[in-house]
Every structure is written in structure tokens, then in C-alpha cells.
């Protein structure tokens, strides 16, 4: 039962996260944006980072052939994929502590074309 509790709270605590953050947001451009900038980059890369996958598969296969992208471009998806999910869930989880992006591009459907990069630019 209390694990249960535990569970079903956990919802009801993001939300109420964003109740608050999101007013926040809509007030000024300082911290309450940078929260609600974070919080959704977090949301967006957890919830679509398998879409790297695909999307390396075709780049790669542009890039070279298709061969190449079947393989080389799989294992970069699969990679590319846990690293913009991982990256997702931490800022979803540290959201009330503001920094940079750490994905370029912030969204995997931004510059479907370009290759992903992790870390500072």
C-alpha cells in the first residue's frame, strides 16, 4: 500500500512542479524561464529520444551508403539515443537548477540533418 502511495504521488509532484514553475516562467525572464526552459528539454528529450535511431540510420546512410548506415549508423542511433534520453532524464530530475543545454541541437527534430554533439558550445 505505501508503495503504491509512493507511486501514485510521484506524478502529483511534477505537476505541482510545473503548477508553480510554469507562472514563474510567465513572470520574468530570469530563473523561473530557465526552469521552465530546462524542465521542458528534459520532458521532450526523456519522451523522443528514440528518435535518434532513425535519425542516424539516414544521415549516416546520406553520408555514405546504405550499408554503412544500417550498420555503423545503428550503433550510432542506439548510443545517440541513450545518451539524449539519459541527458533528458537528468534535467528533468535537476530541472530547479538552471544551466546551458548540453544536446545540440536542444531537440532531436531540430536539424534532423546534422549530427548530434554532446557538451558545451
Excluded: C
Excluded at 541527458?87 to 549530427?115: I, K, S
Aim: without cysteine; glycine residues 10%.
Amino acid at each position: 500500500m505505501l508503495n503504491r502511495m509512493r507511486i501514485l504521488s510521484l506524478p502529483a509532484f511534477f505537476a505541482l512542479i510545473f503548477m508553480v514553475a510554469a507562472p514563474m516562467a510567465i513572470a520574468d525572464d530570469g530563473y523561473g524561464t530557465q526552469v521552465a526552459d530546462k524542465f521542458g528539454r528534459g520532458f521532450a528529450n526523456t519522451a523522443t529520444g528514440w528518435i535518434e535511431l532513425p535519425k542516424n540510420v539516414v544521415n549516416t546512410s546520406n553520408q555514405s551508403n546504405v550499408a554503412v548506415g544500417i550498420t555503423w549508423g545503428l550503433v550510432k542511433g542506439v548510443l545517440y539515443t541513450v545518451g539524449r534520453t539519459a541527458v533528458g532524464a537528468v534535467e528533468l530530475v535537476t530541472f530547479f537548477v538552471p544551466n546551458d543545454e548540453f544536446v545540440h541541437p536542444t531537440f532531436v527534430w531540430e536539424d534532423f540533418d546534422q549530427d548530434t554533439t554532446f557538451g558545451g558550445q
